[in-house]
């Protein structure tokens, strides 16, 4: 009788003491994600890595929860940011570094794509551009803030072209009226990105030339965060960085995946998407690179394509630590041999 109440009485303090740890906080309820909303532009799938972070589970996985919202254009996602609507913005660089340039405080902290521009001709141009001093009296089209066309000003620049007098740039509205018009003779030339060189193709145009050829990983798109993220959700920004970078992992070893992946989201087809993930001209990344946005940046200026005379410094508004940080989380979780030592060295070329 005696040991039948000992047991009893053991049961019973057992029962309390998990009742009084239940009640002081003695068993931890799983703490909710941080929401980070995530700037969408329609279905381009120039973000891969965000595309495949979010479709295979990744951000999930990493503890984030991120939704996409869409925005009509970058520069609408750029105010959403400085208005605290957004957390992050992966298109784009122009009007990032414009905004910048004027005083928004927003903080560019990763990249997304390198290089991505291409020059169209038709068959008969293929050769017209051999040498930069070659754009001497051409007529060249233009979207206003596409990249390739602000790096290649600043190289004519450079090669001692008067970009106001020797080169006739038209601006038009966007990449299928460039190509319309490269191709009923009206342009000598034009410049495209987002893949739309695949599609010049398809319309019988050719490629002068990768805007990457004379400016190799040169930024394009990079990861723009808004203040308030960079300073209240740091923690969930790194997830969704280390998130990213398992997905550009799968992008570079299993290609089937990252195609019918991009292919179910955008309704591209397959041919459109390995071209524009694997031709070699849209080069994902998610290093943020800081000396090639200062680059860029001075360009810019240079070409008259944002205020000479700012006093804004764009390095002070870059943050490539969140990169490093999410860099360390997957340093022994890449599966890929000597990947964490290639971008260890690149983020330390690319930033120190």
């Known amino acids: ?18 009742v009084f740890m239940a009640g002081c906080g003695g068993e931890k309820e799983a703490s909710e994600p941080v929401t980070l909303k995530v ?16 479709e295979l589970g990744y951000y999930e996985e990493e503890g984030v929860d991120v939704q996409f919202e869409t925005v009509s254009n970058l520069n609408d996602g750029v105010t959403a940011l400085s208005q605290n609507k957004l957390d992050v913005l992966p298109y784009g660089f122009v009007p990032s570094a414009t905004f910048i340039s004027q005083g928004t405080d927003v903080v560019i902290m990763g990249g997304t794509i390198s290089e991505g521009s291409q020059a169209i001709v038709t068959a008969e141009n293929k050769d017209m551009i051999k040498d930069i001093s070659d754009f001497k009296g051409k007529k060249v089209g233009f979207v206003r803030p596409e990249t390739g066309q602000m790096i290649m000003k600043s190289k004519m620049r450079e090669a001692g ?7 006739e740039f038209i601006v038009l509205d966007g990449f299928p009226e460039i190509a319309e018009a490269v191709k009923k003779g009206e342009l000598d030339i034009g410049f495209v990105n987002s893949n739309y060189g695949y599609v010049a193709q398809q319309m019988g145009l050719e490629i002068a030339f990768d805007v990457g050829d004379y400016a190799p990983d040169t930024v394009c798109c990079r990861q723009t965060a808004s203040r ?21 992992e799968t992008y570079l070893n299993d290609r089937e995946t990252t195609i019918s992946t991009l292919v179910e989201y955008s309704g591209q087809d ?23 946005i200062e680059e860029l940046y001075e360009a810019m200026k240079g070409n008259g394509d944002i205020d000479a005379a700012t006093e804004v410094d764009i390095v002070e508004q870059v943050d490539a630590s969140i990169y490093k940080d999410a860099l360390e989380i997957m340093k022994d979780r890449f599966e890929t041999e000597g990947l964490y030592d ?9 930033n120190l």
Do not use: F, Q
Request: aromatic share 6%.
């Open 39 to 54: 700037g969408m532009a329609g279905k381009d799938i120039k973000t891969v890595c965000v595309i495949l972070a979010k």
């Open 270 to 292: 397959e041919g459109y998407v390995e071209a524009a993930m694997y031709n070699g001209v849209m080069i994902p990344g998610l290093d943020p690179n800081t000396h090639k």
């Open 1 to 18: 009788m005696k040991t039948i109440k000992k047991i009893i009485a053991v049961i019973t303090v057992m029962l309390i003491s998990t």
């Open 342 to 350: 290639r971008l260890i060295k690149a983020y330390e070329e690319n």
């Open 161 to 167: 072209l008067d970009i106001e007098n020797d080169v």
């Open 228 to 248: 308030d993220a960079i300073d209240n959700k740091r923690d969930a920004l790194v997830s969704y960085m280390a998130a990213n970078l398992r997905a550009y």
